[in-house]
């Protein structure tokens, strides 16, 4: 038994580092690329955005969103060295990016899985964590079998790692990417070398999965056996094969959220939502949500983490503490500590994405071992103090013999 699917997409997200001296530069690039194009929002536009996210949040990712026309002319009458130098101010910078060629991909040189890559974006944050974002969706008639096996294949496609024969019969056909090497090639033309993600030993092998699919209410209904739908289930959440067989599951709290029809699944790096239209909001608006507003609060949250590495690899290496203990008390002020939605959806999804990103774990490591350099940091700066005060003291005394010296003299 298989699944017709009724919709889906996935986003492959490339996490990236640019070094803090390269990020206007960065910016500058993806300026003069006639192919990447800066992405403003509106308010009455994007109003689901303007709702769902609480004010810091909108400020730090969304800052279009209270821009004025005149505002957006007088940026698009800057150059564009002006352009980057301004917005390498702003919190958080997206780009769109125009794929030439319509020419849809597929996996297997016959009876392939064909697939379009149908959106390209970049969002990069000013502290140089950024992301590389592909939208890819099947074309009609697949089967929800054909998309585990492209997700799973799919997220290794820029891995430099042997793989087994079915991995060698990727291909990407489209006008840009005619085969694998072709897209790291695109990958690395955008984001660089990478070498400091390498450094904070972040995973850039494998791609993280965002995926959506719903299915037809003659899918997944009353009569259909829901041990059969969860164990599906779990090959989507944890991006395995669709030939895998998986043991009698039970489905964990900690991983998994459901409602009637609709079940969002978590891991560490990835997050799917499985739905059936048998409720209609999951075919029209659900979507719509999971790769507009969610998507968003999902990349901050992959954000955060990552942020969270890279000030705990500058910790280790206790260079300029003071600037390392701006930037943390910084983060800890702000983004730490101010919440992301008062949505209801929402706050059930941050809760979720901050546990299987083991974010307050990571954030108590950082905060041990920079309560443990603050106390170094702060005695050997009385050190330094007490040390200046000793050679002053010692210079007044000596002043003081001259003039006692100088009297007694005459």
């Known amino acids: 038994m298989d699944f017709k699917l009724k ?11 640019i ?10 690039t993806l300026l003069k690329n006639p192919k990447c194009k800066l ?52 919190p958080c910078n997206m780009f769109e990016y125009e794929l030439s060629g319509d020419i849809p991909g597929k996996i297997g040189e016959r009876n392939g899985i064909f697939f379009d890559i149908t959106k390209v974006e970049i969002i990069c944050f ?46 990407i056909q489209t006008k840009k990417f005619d085969n694998m090497q ?3 090639e695109f990958i690395q033309e955008i984001a660089g070398p990478n070498i400091e993600a390498k450094q904070i030993n972040l995973d850039t092998d494998r791609l993280i999965t965002y995926s959506y699919v719903c299915l037809n209410q003659n899918e997944w209904n009353e009569k259909t056996d829901i041990k059969f739908v969860e164990k599906e289930f779990e090959k989507y959440r944890q991006i395995r094969p669709a030939e895998e067989q998986l043991p009698d599951i039970i489905l964990k709290e900690k991983n998994v959220y459901k409602e009637k029809y609709l079940y969002y699944g978590f891991t560490s790096n990835s997050a799917v939502l499985f739905t059936c239209d048998n ?22 949250s992959l954000y955060k983490k990552i942020y969270l590495k890279k000030l705990m690899y500058k910790l280790q290496q206790n260079k300029k503490f003071k600037k390392i203990k701006n930037e943390f008390l910084d983060f800890a002020k702000k983004d730490w500590i101010y919440e992301i939605t008062g949505d209801e959806t929402g ?33 050997e700066k009385t050190k330094r ?4 005060l000793v050679l002053v003291i010692a210079i007044m005394v000596i002043l003081n013999i001259i003039n006692l010296f100088v009297v007694f003299s005459k």
């Open 126 to 171: 000013n502290t140089g964590v950024c992301f590389l974002l592909f939208k890819t969706a099947l074309t009609e008639g697949q089967q929800f079998s054909d998309l585990l096996n492209f997700n799973y294949k799919f997220r290794d496609i820029n891995s430099k790692a042997e793989h087994s024969k079915e991995y060698e019969a990727i291909k």
């Open 347 to 379: 706050e059930i999804l941050d809760k979720y994405y901050s546990e299987q990103q083991d974010m307050k774990e990571t954030f108590n490591k950082l905060k041990q071992q920079y309560d443990l350099l603050y106390k170094d940091y702060e005695i």
């Open 182 to 184: 072709k897209f790291s």
């Open 279 to 300: 409720n209609i909001k999951n075919y029209t608006t659900v979507p719509f949500e999971h790769e507009n507003e969610h998507l968003y609060h999902y990349i901050f």
């Open 19 to 28: 070094e803090e001296n390269e990020y206007k530069p960065h910016i500058y």
């Open 39 to 90: 992405k403003l929002f509106d308010r009455k536009k994007d109003v689901g955005i303007d709702k769902y996210f609480l004010p810091e949040i909108k400020d730090k990712m969304f800052w279009s969103l209270d821009t004025s026309k005149k505002g957006i002319k007088d940026y698009d009458d800057m150059d564009k060295k002006m352009q980057a130098t301004l917005l390498s101010k702003k």
């Open 7 to 17: 919709y889906q997409y996935t986003y492959f997200i490339y996490p990236y580092l």
């Open 385 to 388: 103090g007490n040390t200046w």
